[in-house]
C-alpha cells in the first residue's frame, strides 16, 4: 500500500473515533481513575475502569475535551483494553508507548494492529505525539494507583 494511502486511511481511523467515540462517559463507581493534561495543546482527559472476577478490565471508559488525536487516542484505547487481563492490558500500553516513542520507525502490521495503527501514524507529527500518549499515560497510572497489574486478583 502506498504510503499516502496509509496516511489517509489512518486519518480516516482518528477523525472516526473522534465523531463517534467509543466508551464515552464517567464510570461512577469504579475501581480506578486518572486524568491527563496535555499543556502544549490543551488536551484533558479522565480515565475510569472497572474491573471485572478476574482482576480483568471488564469496563474501561473516557471523558475529556481535547483534541481530534488526543479523543481517538482514548477511545480506540478503551476498545484495545477492554475485556483483557491486567496482564495484557500492560503489554498493550507499553507496545503503544514503545512505539509512540521508539526512535526507529516501527513496523506495525495494521492486519493485527488494526485501529491502534493509526495511532502509531501519528509519530509522523512529533509535535501531536504528547497528545496520542495521553490517555494511555493516564490508564497506566490509573492502574498502578489501584493496586498495579495484579490489582485485588485473588
Ligand atoms: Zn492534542
Redesign the pocket.
Known amino acids: 500500500m502506498a504510503d499516502e494511502h496509509l496516511s489517509e486511511l489512518y486519518q480516516e481511523i482518528i477523525l472516526g473515533h473522534n465523531r463517534r467515540p467509543k466508551n464515552e462517559g464517567k464510570l461512577d463507581p469504579s475501581d480506578g481513575m486518572a486524568e491527563g493534561y496535555?499543556p502544549?495543546?490543551?488536551?484533558e482527559v479522565a480515565v475510569y475502569f472497572r474491573r471485572g472476577g478476574e482482576g480483568e478490565l471488564a469496563e474501561v471508559s473516557f471523558s475529556g475535551e481535547?483534541?481530534a488525536?488526543?479523543r481517538a487516542s482514548a477511545s480506540i484505547m478503551t476498545t484495545a483494553v477492554k475485556g483483557k487481563s491486567a496482564d495484557e492490558v500492560a503489554a498493550v500500553i507499553a507496545n503503544v508507548l514503545g512505539m509512540l516513542t521508539a526512535k526507529e520507525e516501527p513496523e506495525v502490521e495494521l492486519a493485527r494492529w488494526g485501529d491502534l495503527a493509526a495511532l502509531v501514524g501519528v509519530r509522523r507529527f512529533p509535535a501531536?505525539i504528547?497528545?496520542a500518549t495521553l490517555a494511555w499515560h493516564a490508564l497506566e497510572e490509573a492502574i498502578e494507583k489501584s493496586g498495579g497489574a495484579a490489582g485485588n486478583r485473588g
Do not use: A, E, T
Not at 502544549?40 to 488536551?43: E, I, P, S
Open positions: 496535555n502544549l495543546c490543551g488536551d481535547g483534541c488525536i488526543s501531536r504528547k497528545c
